[in-house]
C-alpha cells in the first residue's frame, strides 16, 4: 500500500491528486485528499481522517506521498519512511506562501525528505526511494529532524 495525504489544508491540492492519478497500480493507493476533488482509480480515496487513522497508513504503507505539512513529515519519518513530499505553491493558489517551499528544500538538503517538485515527477520518485526502514526511525534521528524543523520555520 502506498499512502498520500494532502493534509487539511482548506485550499484544494489538485496538483498533487493530478499526480496521483499518473502513478501505474493506483488501486494500491490509499489517498487523504482534504478539499481537493476525490482522485480516479485509486484503492481507497478519503477526504479527512482521524490522527489515529492517519497513523496506523503511515505504519502500514510502503511508501509516503505527503505534502510538506511538518506533522506529515514528522509521522512518516517516524515510521520509518523517506517520505515523498510535494510542496504546495502560493503562485498555483496552494496555499498562503511558500513555507512548505522552504521546508522542503531545507529538509532535502539534510535527506530527510525525497522532494517532488512536478506532479508528473511522483512516479520516477517512487522508483527511487529506499525500501522503508524496518524499524520506526525514533530517538535522535527523529529529535534532529524536529529540531531541523523548529530552525527552519523559528530562524
Known amino acids: 500500500m502506498i499512502f498520500a495525504t494532502v493534509g ?10 493530478a499526480g496521483l492519478e499518473q502513478l501505474p497500480n493506483r488501486d494500491q493507493l490509499v489517498v487523504q485528499y482534504g478539499y481537493a476533488r476525490p482522485p480516479e482509480g485509486v484503492g481507497r480515496a478519503i477526504d479527512f481522517i482521524p ?14 506521498i505527503t505534502h510538506a505539512g511538518v506533522g506529515s513529515i514528522l509521522c512518516a519519518r517516524r515510521a520509518g519512511h523517506l517520505p515523498i513530499v510535494v510542496p504546495r505553491f502560493a503562485e498555483l493558489g ?3 506562501d511558500d513555507h512548505q517551499v522552504e521546508l ?10 525525497e522532494p517532488v517538485w512536478r506532479d508528473e515527477e511522483i512516479a520516477t520518485a517512487l522508483g527511487r526511494i529506499p ?12 529529535d534532529r529532524l524536529a529540531a531541523a524543523v523548529r530552525l527552519e520555520l523559528l530562524g
Do not use: C, W, Y
Open 8 to 17: 487539511t489544508h482548506q485550499d484544494p491540492f489538485e496538483r498533487m491528486i
Open 104 to 113: 522542503t528544500r531545507a529538509l532535502a538538503e539534510r535527506g530527510e525528505v
Open 94 to 96: 496552494e496555499h498562503v
Open 51 to 64: 490522527f489515529e487513522e492517519m497513523e496506523a497508513n503511515f505504519a502500514a504503507a510502503e511508501a509516503v
Open 131 to 142: 525500501a522503508r526502514s524496518s524499524k520506526p526511525i525514533a530517538g535522535d534521528s527523529v
